[in-house]
């Protein structure tokens, strides 16, 4: 009861089977790559928040924030944005959205009149919402 193959006829048949072993071996190097540059990629900048007793708010989606650093730079979203440019820029920004709220992220070592100025920028560009970024005391 042996069973026949053919002989031939069945060398000659091409292998249509896919192998999927190289596309695997990629994915997987992809893989490793995005997991290490990923932790990278979510830095912020440095900013030493003050401390304050106030409870924190909710966000309904993602806030605007705009960053003073030690130095005085201000940055959208690590952009450095010139004072004399900050009105125009937030104008244009905040020309087609609907919920009209800045989030001023300023290090405590800032001076207050810096913070003061980037302020009167977001209101003269109209937006009357902002609020201040701290950390709660413990």
Known sequence: MGMSTGGNKSSKMAMSEINVTPFVDVMLVLLVIFMV????????????LPKTSSA???LNEDPFV?????????????????????KAKLKAIFEHK???QIYIQADKKVDY?????VMGEARAAGIYNLSLITIPKE
């Open 56 to 58: 924190g708010v909710e």
């Open 37 to 48: 540059t990923a932790p990278m990629m979510q830095q912020g900048i440095d900013v030493n």
């Open 113 to 117: 009149g810096v913070v003061a100025e």
């Open 66 to 86: 705009l960053t003073i650093d030690v130095g005085g730079k201000i940055k959208i979203a690590s952009t450095q944005v010139p004072m004399e440019n900050l």
């Open 98 to 100: 609907k919920n009209k």
